[in-house]
């Protein structure tokens, strides 16, 4: 069964960047037609796509956020990797990774259980 | 990129049926068959419902179907189950700058 989780620090400070590290276990981030990617949600609102990755490298980045965003992915350790720069308050949220299945944008068939990533000084 | 627009609350007696409605764009419901909607629960991670705006995954309820016409996809639970009270959201392929995703705004479904 696969298993995502997502690991890194639940406190940010403003303008700083924010790193998380998902770790993949049950299955290989290097199978062809799997998107990974990572979906935040602010408390008590909705779910927002940040972007995915594919495990050539090939990145896709929400353009509301692609100026402040990093996705990279490490195949030898089974992981991939978010950084988000220049943080507010918010940036505030519960980070969720995430695999969509098939192609981008077909449909996230596994979920991290999520991290809460707090912006404050 | 603007989210897509769902009502925020539904709600429907047990046993009935309700339809949420997700509306976009010719840049992304109206141009690509990649819509897919999550059932959350709270404090839950999202649950994969549909995809490909009418497909169900493996071990997902037949009560839950999807459908899309024109810029406006839709859910439709019927014979409503209490369990069945959660947030719902769905998704579309965007291609309207570069490829992308975006999210509906979420509707809440509520069992009277």
């Known amino acids: 069964q696969l298993q995502l989780q997502e690991s890194g620090p639940g406190l940010v400070k403003p303008s700083e960047t924010l790193s998380l590290t998902c770790t993949v276990s049950?299955?290989?981030?290097?199978?062809?037609?799997?998107?990974w990617g990572w979906i935040r949600q602010p408390p008590g609102k909705g779910l927002e796509w940040i972007g995915s990755?594919?495990?050539?490298?090939?990145?896709y980045y929400n353009p509301s956020l692609k100026s402040r965003v990093t996705i990279s992915v490490d195949t030898s350790r089974n992981q991939f990797s978010l950084k988000l720069s220049s943080v507010t308050a918010a940036d505030t949220a519960l980070y969720f990774c995430?695999?969509?299945?098939?192609?981008?944008?077909?449909?996230?068939?596994?979920w991290g259980q999520g991290t809460l990533v707090t912006v404050s000084s | 990129q603007s989210a897509l627009t769902q009502p925020a609350s539904v709600s429907g007696s047990p046993g009935q049926s309700i339809t949420i409605s997700c509306t976009g764009t010719?840049?992304?419901?109206?141009?690509?068959?990649?819509v897919s909607w999550y059932q959350q629960h709270p404090g839950k991670a999202p649950k994969l419902m549909i995809y490909d705006v009418s497909n169900r995954p493996s071990g997902v309820s037949n009560r839950f179907s999807g459908s899309k016409s024109g810029n406006t996809a839709s859910l439709t639970i019927s014979g409503l189950q209490a369990e069945d009270e959660a947030d719902y959201y769905c998704?579309?392929?965007?291609?309207?700058?570069?490829?992308?995703?975006?999210f509906g705004t979420g509707t809440k479904v509520t069992v009277l």
């Open positions: 010719s840049s992304d419901v109206g141009g690509y068959n990649y």
């Open positions: 998704r579309s392929y965007t291609s309207s700058s570069t490829p992308s995703c975006v």
């Open positions: 990755i594919y495990y050539s490298g090939s990145t």
């Open positions: 049950g299955g290989s981030i290097s199978s062809s037609g799997y998107y």
């Open positions: 995430a695999r969509d299945t098939g192609g981008l944008g077909r449909g996230v068939d596994y």
